[in-house]
């Protein structure tokens, strides 16, 4: 079946522009992570919903960076004011399952490449 | 909080050899889940196997096996036979119990950059 897609696949953007990156789950997977990963580096936790309901957003770096999942299915990640250092690889993951469930594995999708000039 | 150390960032492999890649974490939760993950150049990330904290035996998926040894907080990937299309980063990354502090999320390491070599 379809795996996780997330668009655009590039994007570059002027500083102070804002952006929005788009993520497909799995079909009926119920739960959705949004990960930053910068060159050379794993990938860093940002937010988690679970359903449309963001359970977790801890990892996000600070108020410029919102994210939403209105109807349980595609989430949008928003990008306000965008600075330099907000140049990563923003990917996007899911599960069947909530996290706590035992070995719930998370599927990551391609990526969106962010680059703020 | 959880943490991830992957103290290899790069390693030379000849075709066919084994290969050890190694993983050691921090957790204050009793109960974790363990996972490696492979990104080759193309960019994707590709789940490879997992390991639970109460697992008695080690978790093996084909080639791939995870050597768990819980009181020395480490988690190695054992690739057996490698094959050149073994060469990637490779990640691993630990998920934490209901503790808070974004234990929803993995943590990764930094990775290890295999080259398999004909």
């Known amino acids: 079946g379809a795996g996780v897609s997330q668009s655009p696949r590039y994007k570059v953007t002027k500083r102070g522009q804002d952006v ?16 930053r990963q910068a060159l050379g580096q ?6 988690y919903f679970n359903y449309e309901a963001q359970q977790d957003k801890s990892g996000l770096p600070n108020d410029r960076f919102s994210a939403e999942r209105p109807e349980g ?14 140049s990563a690889m923003y990917r996007c993951a899911s599960s069947l399952h909530p996290p706590w469930v035992r070995a719930e594995t998370q599927y990551f999708g391609p990526g969106t490449r962010l680059l703020v000039l | 909080a ?4 992957q103290t290899q960032p790069g ?8 290969v050890t890649l190694d993983c050691t974490y921090d957790t204050s939760d009793q109960s ?15 789940f490879l196997i997992y390991q639970g904290s109460y697992d008695e035996q080690n978790a093996t998926e084909g080639r791939y096996s995870l050597n768990f040894q819980k ?4 988690a190695n990937l054992v690739i057996s036979a490698s094959q050149l299309g073994d060469s990637a ?10 503790s808070g502090g974004g234990a929803d999320g993995l943590t990764f390491g930094k990775g290890t950059h295999l080259i398999i070599q004909p």
């Not at chain 1, 794993?42 to 937010?47: A, D, I, N, R, V």
């Not at chain 1, 299915?73 to 907000?86: G, K």
């Not at chain 2, 009181?71 to 480490?74: G, I, M, N, Q």
Request: proline share 4%; glycine share 8%; aromatic share 14%.
């Open chain 1, 20 to 35: 929005a990156l788009r993520c497909d789950p799995i079909s009926g997977h119920v739960s959705l992570y949004w990960y």
């Open chain 2, 71 to 74: 009181a020395r907080k480490s």
């Open chain 2, 32 to 46: 974790y889940g363990l996972f490696w993950y492979k990104q080759p150049s193309s960019g994707e990330m590709i």
């Open chain 2, 11 to 18: 390693m030379f492999v000849q075709e066919k050899e084994a």
């Open chain 2, 2 to 5: 959880q943490k991830i150390t």
């Open chain 2, 89 to 98: 980063m490779y990640f691993c990354a630990i998920r934490g119990g209901n």
């Open chain 1, 42 to 47: 794993g990938p860093e936790f940002l937010t």
């Open chain 1, 73 to 86: 299915s595609i989430s949008t990640l928003t990008i306000q004011r965008t600075e330099q250092r907000d």
